[in-house]
């Protein structure tokens, strides 16, 4: 599509939106009196205005039920989890029993690498990518230390070339061929929080599975903002948040993927609780944990209930609108943004105050853009802000803005182009 710099056209993108109807579903923010220029979903998802309604059933049922409510409320407390596996399989691409909603994802991330960080000899090392979003970075360290184990030694990063921001795949892999034979596990984020690059994960995938190396994915900025096809790219195991994309909350419940072909290895050591327990047996209070088959084994508390009935609120919305068409409209409002910035904004003076440092084709990112500064680019980012729009910063230099399709508007980033020129 030929984009234009004018109102116009903007309002002509949105007139002609299949899914403009779907951005009266939620909430949208005030400043300065009005509703804001809201582009940071990356970061917090807007409330579905369906939320209030789900928690009162929850909560209309707890008042009424009291303990009657795991077996005989509206939505049976006791099977809560199961609400949610269709839903996640097809954002996911995987099959039903092989997700499972729970707990929150660092703690997540931290029970998959206790069932899939196994060092063995000289193949004790992590390889990830050069600047992982640090809580990621935390757990891969403490897992390698409950080892007994040197972090320096057994935590191997990718660096982007010299003079690049992003990170290219064939890199990845060549890194993954020369620590072949001492690589435990290879993690990655699918999506890069800081530059917004999205991976080319079935790729890196490929060459783990070559050499038998497990292939693990953290999708905190990836789940509902760009298509996923786990099970057929042959990932090990993935986790994810539910409060960027998918609209849940903050503090959201998290979710896990374990691949099929792990389902009923239950010589996988793990940590245990009732709720990951056969659900034939759980309430005989036996003695010995005896695993469900899938995901679901790797539940250790019962479900947090209020907290995924905000989540069951948004993934509604989500099986509405289909992936497919979200991604369709993602592609073309970041890259009308895209387009903005750099027809409108771009002129010798600003080229030496930022640049975009996202990978340009549309493949290779999601909805974020990051708007690398040079000089002022914190009260730039103030500035900005006062002025009614909400991003979010992140040190030492970049905005990151995140028009989300379910919500976001042609005119909004628009808008939002021309006041980071003004």
Not at 7 to 20: E, N, P, V
Not at 155 to 174: N, Q, S, Y
Not at 195 to 218: L, M, S, W, Y
Not at 220 to 243: M, P, Q, R
Request: include cysteine; glycine fraction near 6%; hydrophobic fraction near 40%.
């Amino acid at each position: 599509m030929k984009f234009e710099n004018s109102l116009a056209f903007a309002r002509s993108l949105d007139k002609q939106d299949s899914l403009k109807d779907y951005r009266k579903l939620f909430h949208i923010p005030k400043a300065n009196g009005k509703e804001a220029i809201y582009l940071c979903g990356n970061s917090l998802g807007l409330q579905p205005k369906s939320v209030g309604q789900h928690l009162k059933v929850e909560l209309e049922d707890w008042k009424n039920l009291g303990v009657e409510g795991h077996l005989h409320g509206k939505n049976p407390w006791l099977y809560y989890h199961h609400f949610f596996s269709k839903s996640i399989s097809k954002l996911v691409g995987a099959k039903e029993n092989e997700v499972v909603v729970m707990n929150q994802l660092t703690v997540n991330l931290n029970l998959m690498l206790i069932s899939f960080y196994r060092p063995i000899g000289k193949r004790n090392k992590i390889l990830i990518q050069a600047n992982e979003f640090p809580s990621d970075y935390y757990a891969f360290e403490q897992q390698v230390k409950l080892h007994g184990l040197n972090p320096k030694d057994c935590i191997v990063e990718v660096l982007p070339r010299k003079g690049e921001v992003t990170l290219r795949t064939e890199d990845i892999v060549a890194k993954i061929e020369e620590h072949r034979d001492e690589l435990a596990l290879v993690m990655f984020s699918a999506v890069n929080y800081y530059t917004g690059q999205f991976f080319e994960i079935k790729k890196i995938a490929d060459a783990c599975c070559k050499h038998k190396i497990i292939f693990g994915v953290d999708l905190a900025h990836a789940i509902g903002n760009v298509e996923l096809k786990l099970h057929e790219w042959n990932i090990d195991f993935a986790t994810w948040c539910s409060y960027k994309y998918l609209n849940s909350g903050p503090g959201g419940v998290s979710g896990v993927f374990v691949n099929n072909y792990h389902a009923k290895n239950f010589s996988l050591p793990r940590l245990a609780g009732w709720w990951g327990n056969d659900e034939k047996t759980r309430f005989k209070m036996l003695k010995h944990f005896v695993p469900q088959a899938g995901a679901a084994g790797w539940q250790i508390s019962n479900a947090p209930v209020l907290s995924m009935a905000a989540h069951k609120a948004s993934l509604e919305i989500f099986d509405k609108a289909g992936m497919r068409a979200l991604r369709k409209k993602s592609e073309l409002l970041t890259g009308y943004l895209e387009f903005l910035l750099k027809s409108e904004v771009r002129s010798p003076r600003s080229e030496e105050n930022f640049k975009i440092i996202t990978p340009e084709n549309s493949k290779h990112r999601g909805c974020q853009l990051s708007i690398q500064t040079k000089k002022n680019g914190k009260k730039l980012f103030e500035k900005i802000t006062k002025a009614g729009v909400i991003a979010d910063w992140r040190e030492p230099d970049v905005i990151r803005v995140a028009p989300v399709p379910l919500y976001n508007i042609f005119e909004e980033v628009w808008k939002f182009a021309n006041l980071l020129r003004d």
